[in-house]
């Protein structure tokens, strides 16, 4: 029974488990986009999304605790420097993984992992992206603007009025 066992060992042992992923990381880093088996790929995802959530404060600490992770000052610096500008308003979710099929010696489950911020396919640079919120009524603040705006726009403008002329018979009601 595998209970509380969290972590895939991908059939390694933990130095050789800690330096692969550490490898496919700054590969990850440096290229946005890997090709892996979805074992791994999961793996990678679990190991590298606190990292760059760490990377969206820049402070000595948060590099350091990178760098012991990652072990390459290069990826660690364009991580800071590049990556984390990127995803500086995004709350979560930093890779995509896409599965690829089968490979063609040992019948692997294949997949792509990207980061998400750098697919131009997916994020057109000239469609700005809605954010989307998971609460409930924060639309009637702006619904309320529109049709204020609405209601002045659309109400009548100062008509004169031109008088009737009177007629001269009177009522016949009022006389009765």
Do not use: W
Not at 10 to 30: D, G, V, Y
Not at 33 to 42: C, E, F, L, P, Q
Not at 58 to 71: A, C, G, M, Q, Y
């Amino acid at each position: 029974m595998r209970h509380g066992k969290k972590i895939n060992h991908l059939s390694r042992k933990t130095a050789h488990r800690k330096a692969m992923l550490a490898n496919m990381a700054c590969s990850l880093i440096e290229h946005k986009r890997i090709n892996t088996t979805v074992a791994k790929a999961k793996a990678l995802r679990q190991y590298i999304e606190p990292l760059i959530t760490k990377s969206k404060e820049d402070t000595t600490h948060n590099r350091r605790i990178v760098f012991s992770n990652l072990k390459d000052k290069y990826a660690v610096a364009e991580l800071f420097r590049d990556i984390s500008v990127k995803v500086a308003d995004r709350p979560g979710g930093y890779l995509r993984i896409i599965k690829l099929g089968n490979r063609q010696g040992d019948n692997a489950d294949m997949a792509m992992v990207e980061l998400v911020d750098y697919n131009e396919i997916y994020n057109p640079k000239g469609k700005k992206e809605k954010k989307s919120t998971r609460r409930r009524g924060g639309k009637k603040t702006a619904k309320v603007e529109e049709t204020v705006e609405a209601k002045v726009e659309e109400a009548p403008k100062k008509v004169e009025k031109t008088e009737e002329p009177k007629s001269k018979k009177p009522d016949t009601k009022d006389e009765a």
